[in-house]
């Protein structure tokens, strides 16, 4: 927690803490997973506010190992039953309220391919849970996304206002 408070101050102090920090959750994700469910659901939720705060860090290579690591917490997340539906149900409109918000971000359009495999997984693990697809309303509804950031995004670009 402490380490946290320390490096979301800004994106620039302790640039070898941030990292040995990050790779450290990385670790914890890979090999030690099913420990994340043993800790109180305060460190739980720490330690996935660290992992998006990686993936939203104006360093590349941490942005990076941010949605690394979010990309192999959904998988693992996924493939165990019992702790998925609570996880996603705390968890899941928000992890895609930041993804979209980091991906309407320039800054971050160099990791735009994993932003929408991302996104992709997680509408698929939502309809699994809900039963259905996922619908606009329900959708624009849990997740707070910035109209002025969808038209930004790089993707935009090439898309008429109706498709918006």
Request: net charge neutral.
């Amino acid at each position: 927690e402490c380490t946290f408070q320390m490096i979301t101050a800004n994106f620039e102090d302790y640039p070898e803490h941030r990292i040995k920090f990050f790779e450290l959750l990385q670790s914890i994700n890979m090999h030690c997973f099913s420990a994340l469910f043993n800790i109180p659901p305060k460190s739980q939720k720490l330690f996935v506010d660290s992992v998006v705060f990686a993936m939203k860090h104006t360093d590349v290579n941490i942005a990076v190992t941010g949605l690394e690591i979010l990309h192999e917490l959904l998988l693992n997340v996924g493939r165990a039953p019992n702790v998925a539906q609570g996880f996603y149900h705390k968890y899941l409109c928000a992890m895609m309220n930041d993804v979209f918000a980091v991906m309407s971000d320039r800054s971050h359009k160099s990791s735009f391919e994993m932003h929408v495999s991302l996104l992709h997984h997680m509408f698929f693990v939502y309809q699994d849970i809900v039963g259905q697809p996922c619908s606009k309303r329900y959708l624009f509804a849990k997740i707070s996304i910035k109209r002025e950031n969808i038209y930004n995004a790089p993707i935009a670009r090439s898309l008429s206002p109706l498709h918006l």
